[in-house]
């Protein structure tokens, strides 16, 4: 029976929210993408969102929560991205800029 | 179990656990008063050994689970004391009595689960850490930044991750200064189960419920048995800690990071 249940298939890994066409973004799709995120996560209407805007100013959030967009950043996407390669970052094109670098 | 509600802290107990809630804004940086709250609660646990089945610690407050030492009371301690050995032997007195707090903690013998969400840096995880079970909301991080300061953890940290995770973990933890999120550090047996956003202390409840179906003595007994303290590594990480908390660099970058009024707070 033990034996049984260890063969039994693994689930399917949920390490990433969104693996579609990860490697076949174009910076302006990846972009969209973290506008789309932020607009659906930090309760901003997506036409309020330009690329060039401070997140922080613009989501209204401080570092820490600066810290939840990432994790949503990074499960969304599929990738890590150290938080010194964040360290001075603050509008969305850059952002999405360190993200394209990973995918 | 009395209820306790402190400044920082606050335990009960719910169906035989104890809960112990982080309280303190912003985020449960752990100071003078949180060491002395914890100490109460050490004392606390004891009287309850027989009674529970396991402790559970969260936090109430929305920004995380705990974002460290409180590095604004450090810094200001500091600058009350001229003399560099009198200070170091502040420190070294805060870290002895942190370090009874979590060593206790980490040997109580009933299972302890870390429900985590949001930040866990620091102290935060050094805390969590003397847990036996990490339990994290899919959003949560960790993170050791302490390096980024010119300091190593002091709260028992490095040798305990080491212990229950690996050497490697640390090695990367430490010198890059990176936060995990909680998906990578589950992929790497640092938390143990993954709970939805908002969900942390529901799954450690539910976990918790689980433990309390078995033996008491038997797990006790299985604790023991697999979960050594080690002693000596955290002895020398307070004397390591205490060496580089004098140099007058550190000082100089903990005054920038509690002065800092950035958005994002200096960090090199």
Same mark, same amino acid.
């Given at each position: 029976?033990?034996?049984?249940?260890?063969?039994?298939?693994?689930?399917?890994?949920?390490?990433?929210?969104?693996?579609?066409?990860?490697?076949?973004?174009?910076?302006?799709?990846?972009?969209?993408?973290?506008?789309?995120? &932020?607009?659906?996560?930090?309760?901003? &209407?997506?036409?309020?969102?330009?690329?060039?805007?401070?997140?922080?100013?613009?989501?209204?959030?401080?570092?820490?929560? &600066?810290?939840?967009?990432?994790?949503?950043?990074?499960?969304?996407?599929?990738?890590?991205?150290?938080?010194?390669?964040?360290?001075?970052?603050?509008?969305?094109?850059?952002? &999405?800029?360190?993200?394209?670098?990973?995918? | 179990?009395?209820?306790?509600?402190?400044?920082?802290?606050?335990?009960?107990?719910?169906?035989?656990?104890?809960?112990?809630?982080?309280?303190?804004?912003?985020?449960?940086?752990?100071?003078?008063?949180?060491?002395?709250?914890?100490?109460?609660?050490?004392?606390?646990?004891?009287?309850?050994?027989?009674?529970?089945?396991?402790?559970?610690?969260?936090?109430?407050?929305?920004?995380?689970?705990?974002?460290?030492?409180?590095?604004?009371?450090?810094? *200001?301690?500091?600058?009350?004391?001229?003399?560099?050995?009198?200070?170091?032997?502040?420190?070294?007195?805060?870290?002895?009595?942190?370090? *009874?707090?979590?060593?206790?903690?980490?040997?109580?013998?009933?299972?302890?689960?870390? *429900?985590?969400?949001?930040?866990?840096?620091?102290?935060?995880?050094?805390?969590?850490?003397?847990?036996?079970?990490?339990?994290?909301?899919?959003?949560?991080?960790?993170?050791?930044?302490?390096?980024?300061?010119?300091?190593?953890?002091?709260?028992?940290?490095?040798?305990?991750?080491?212990?229950?995770?690996?050497?490697?973990?640390?090695?990367?933890?430490?010198?890059?200064?990176?936060?995990?999120?909680?998906?990578?550090?589950?992929?790497?047996?640092?938390?143990?189960?993954?709970?939805?956003?908002?969900?942390?202390?529901?799954?450690?409840?539910?976990?918790?419920?689980?433990?309390?179906?078995?033996?008491?003595?038997?797990?006790?007994?299985?604790?023991?048995?697999?979960?050594?303290?080690?002693?000596?590594?955290?002895?020398?990480?307070?004397?390591?800690?205490?060496?580089?908390?004098?140099?007058?660099?550190?000082?100089?970058?903990?005054?920038?990071?509690?002065?800092?009024?950035?958005?994002?707070?200096?960090?090199?």
């Amino acid at each position: 029976m033990i034996a049984v249940l260890l063969n039994k298939p693994r689930a399917k890994d949920h390490g990433r929210d969104n693996e579609r066409s990860d490697r076949m973004r174009t910076p302006q799709q990846t972009l969209d993408e973290i506008l789309d995120l &932020a607009s659906k996560h930090f309760k901003v &209407a997506r036409h309020a969102l330009e690329p060039d805007d401070d997140f922080f100013d613009k989501l209204k959030i401080d570092s820490l929560q &600066a810290l939840e967009l990432l994790s949503r950043l990074e499960h969304h996407f599929g990738v890590e991205i150290p938080d010194y390669e964040m360290q001075g970052v603050s509008d969305f094109r850059t952002l &999405a800029a360190r993200v394209q670098e990973r995918l | 179990m009395k209820e306790y509600i402190g400044q920082a802290l606050a335990w009960r107990q719910v169906d035989g656990a104890v809960e112990l809630e982080l309280r303190r804004l912003p985020c449960n940086e752990i100071g003078s008063t949180t060491l002395a709250e914890l100490e109460l609660l050490v004392a606390a646990l004891e009287t309850v050994r027989d009674s529970s089945h396991a402790l559970i610690i969260y936090s109430s407050v929305p920004a995380g689970f705990c974002a460290g030492a409180d590095l604004r009371e450090l810094y *200001a301690g500091m600058q009350e004391v001229p003399s560099s050995a009198e200070r170091t032997a502040g420190v070294r007195r805060f870290l002895e009595r942190i370090h *009874a707090v979590l060593n206790a903690i980490d040997m109580w013998p009933r299972p302890t689960i870390a *429900a985590v969400h949001g930040v866990c840096f620091g102290g935060g995880l050094e805390l969590a850490l003397a847990c036996d079970l990490i339990v994290a909301d899919r959003l949560a991080r960790f993170c050791l930044p302490e390096l980024r300061l010119g300091i190593v953890p002091g709260f028992g940290g490095i040798p305990r991750l080491k212990r229950d995770v690996g050497n490697a973990l640390v090695r990367d933890l430490l010198f890059t200064g990176r936060s995990l999120n909680a998906v990578r550090a589950h992929a790497l047996g640092l938390v143990s189960q993954l709970a939805g956003e908002g969900a942390a202390l529901q799954l450690a409840r539910s976990t918790a419920r689980q433990i309390g179906k078995y033996d008491r003595d038997t797990t006790a007994a299985a604790k023991e048995f697999i979960k050594p303290l080690p002693r000596e590594e955290l002895q020398r990480e307070i004397d390591l800690f205490c060496r580089l908390l004098a140099r007058p660099a550190v000082e100089a970058s903990l005054r920038k990071f509690v002065t800092s009024t950035e958005v994002q707070p200096y960090l090199p």
